[in-house]
Nanobody, 119 residues
């Protein structure tokens, strides 16, 4: 069983930066993704990492996903944040080694961390 714990969310002004973290316990992570859900909207893919990295078009060039295998932790560095980035950010992991942009592909989910970008 894998447990995921996100941290690092908060409130930031537009144009600012935040880094959210996803720490895993129970077993080593393979493919890990970040998703987000804004009020009244469906959960959407943000970024994923396995052998490579993958990004939604809306965050390309602004967000960077990375991992520290020694700490079993995945990070999402978010720069040049916009008000439309406001959402609860969820970390997700799967035991297969290939990342996916589909939420249903992930078996393990964290509780989410709130990111709020003020204009």
């Amino acid at each position: 069983q894998v447990q995921l714990v996100e941290s690092g969310g908060g409130v930031v002004q537009a144009g600012g930066s935040l880094r959210v973290s996803c720490a895993a316990s129970g077993r080593s992570l393979y493919a890990t993704g970040w998703f987000r859900q804004a009020p009244g909207k469906e959960r959407e893919f943000v970024a994923a990492i396995s052998a490579g990295t993958y990004y939604a078009d809306s965050v390309k060039g602004r967000f960077t996903i990375s991992r520290d295998n020694a700490k079993n932790t995945v990070y999402l560095q978010m720069n040049n944040l916009k008000p439309e980035d406001t959402a609860v950010y969820y970390c997700a992991a799967r035991s297969l080694g290939v990342a996916s942009m589909k939420a249903e592909s992930y078996a393990y989910w964290g509780q989410g961390t709130q990111v709020t970008v003020s204009s």
